[in-house]
């Protein structure tokens, strides 16, 4: 093992390094420096091992005298000053803190200084101990440069979808206007029309524009969704007639499918805190979805109960059924089942638009294959009082 003698400048007592750190004293990976504070007004170097020269660029003699104002950055020299000025009158004798040096060739070389400053023969003596932090500055500079970028990309995209929420309700906005007189008037019709062509003519103008009017309010529903700005107005409902108007509703859809249709609510559901548009929109949502996959004459059947303080709906049908394969990509924005290309219909938003509205609830929902033939959706919503769990 190399013995390595220090060179001890005249005016460095050799008490100072004690005969077995002399090696450790070179040999450390961090820059040492040892500081005669009583020297000068912001003292002088005494001792520096051979890591502090390269780090800054300099030889070891021409460190020996110089304080440690020299090798500051001049924009920094009221902070150093302010710094030594405490280490001499007995504050921040013993600190880490981050400074930045100056090397020979100008450089800035930030540092983790860990100083302890004692007194040894009556004179003020300080030991440093300076991690370079280059690296690691540079890595949260870089850090910082990518957050700003994100945030600047953020901005961006918020006025991206800003600007589409609004096409979207401007669009919305147009279509329902049009809309709203061929639904008023188709339906008035369906009423005071009394020859069998024409009611079947209204019937057909009046169906047809209330799927438009559906697949319009979907889609507006699913962009708001996407964007987390689809809310619920929660209030204390009665699930059991809010059921049953649902009920009501769908069994005139049925009429036109000649579908069998039959229910068993429990009557004493106890309240539940929903907003009770969604849960009609859900549960139509899915007898809809039941009555398009079902031949005529086919049997649709609707569950509501309560059990383990959670509302269970269930929709069931005797269908062609969901391939296991297409199981959990029935939910997902725009998919249409490939298994009945023809009866699929629609944007493939119904589904998709279902299961966000009840995870909204802070419920699931799944499907089952029914027997011999068909699905079942099997959904549940707790009886938890909550606001877009």
Request: aromatic letters at 8%.
């Amino acid at each position: 093992m190399v013995n390595k003698q220090i060179g001890i400048n005249r005016d460095s007592p050799k008490e100072l390094l004690y005969p077995y750190s002399i090696n450790f004293f070179h040999f450390i990976n961090d820059g040492l420096a040892i500081i005669d504070l009583s020297k000068g007004p912001f003292g002088q170097f005494i001792e520096v091992n051979d890591v502090f020269c390269s780090m800054l660029g300099y030889t070891h003699d021409e460190l020996i005298g110089l304080s440690p104002i020299d090798i500051t950055p001049e924009d920094l020299y009221h902070n150093a000053r302010q710094f030594i000025d405490r280490q001499k009158s007995g504050t921040d004798r013993k600190i880490i803190r981050e400074i930045t040096l100056l090397s020979k060739n100008g450089r800035r070389v930030p540092t983790e200084l860990s100083s302890h400053v004692v007194k040894l023969n009556g004179r003020l003596i300080g030991f440093g101990i300076h991690h370079d932090i280059t690296k690691r500055k540079k890595f949260e500079q870089d850090l910082i440069l990518s957050y700003e970028k994100e945030l600047q990309l953020r901005q961006e995209l918020q006025n991206q979808i800003h600007q589409r929420i609004e096409f979207a309700r401007g669009l919305v906005h147009e279509i329902k206007t049009s809309f709203t007189p061929i639904l008023c008037n188709s339906k008035v019709l369906t009423k005071i029309v009394t020859d069998e062509t024409a009611i079947l003519l209204t019937q057909n103008i009046f169906r047809a524009a209330s799927n438009l009017n559906n697949r319009v309010d979907e889609h507006f529903d699913l962009i708001r969704s996407e964007v987390g700005i689809l809310n619920l107005e929660y209030d204390w409902i009665n699930p059991s007639s809010v059921l049953n108007e649902v009920v009501s509703e769908f069994k005139s859809r049925t009429l036109l499918n000649k579908n069998l249709f039959r229910t068993y609510i429990s009557p004493d559901l106890p309240p539940l805190w929903a907003d009770a548009d969604r849960i009609r929109q859900i549960v139509l949502n899915l007898l809809d979805n039941a009555s398009k996959f079902t031949a005529e004459g086919a049997e649709i059947i609707m569950r509501g109960y309560c059990r383990e303080s959670k509302l269970y709906i269930h929709v069931e049908d005797n269908g062609t059924g969901i391939p296991h394969s297409e199981k959990e990509k029935i939910f997902q924005s725009y998919y249409r089942s490939k298994a009945n290309p023809t009866k699929a219909g629609g944007l493939g938003l119904g589904l998709a638009l279902c299961k966000y509205l009840i995870e909204l609830h802070g419920g699931t929902i799944k499907i089952e294959d029914n027997k011999p033939s068909g699905s079942i959706f099997k959904l549940f919503i707790p009886y938890t009082k909550h606001e877009n769990l």
